[in-house]
């Protein structure tokens, strides 16, 4: 099973920046569908943003578009999420996920997800 851990939360004003990383220990190839993920308290889980490693393929949801931007540095097994013009609805616990057991990539149930880390926007 792959391991995947996250890095880069933190609490910023509104308007602000932070880039989120996560790290993946378990592969040895290219070609597997790694997406964010959050959940703020009392509300379903979203996809945020997800790509397939070693591609340039990338889905966003309508609600981060413009602002938030997936990467990956396939030397390293990492998959980032710069995230710009911060809102205070933005506010979640952010998750990184891979091994995607069926569905699409920013859609579908996936196998492994990290210990998440949190983003706090402020008003």
């Known amino acids: 099973q792959v391991r995947l851990v996250e890095s880069g939360g933190g609490s910023v004003q509104a308007g602000g920046s932070l880039k989120l990383s996560c790290a993946a220990f378990g592969y040895t190839d290219s070609g597997h569908c790694m997406g964010w993920f959050r959940q703020a308290p009392g509300k379903e889980r979203e996809g945020v943003a997800a790509t397939w490693t070693g591609g340039s393929l990338t889905r966003y949801a309508d609600s981060v578009k413009g602002r938030f931007t997936i990467s990956q540095d396939n030397a390293k097994n990492t998959v980032y999420l710069q995230m710009n013009s911060l809102k205070p609805e933005d506010t979640a616990m952010y998750y990184c996920?891979?091994?995607?057991?069926?569905?699409?990539?920013?859609?579908?149930?996936?196998?492994?997800w990290g210990q998440g880390t949190q983003v706090t926007v402020s008003s």
């Open positions: 996920a891979t091994d995607l057991a069926g569905g699409t990539c920013l859609g579908g149930e996936f196998r492994s």
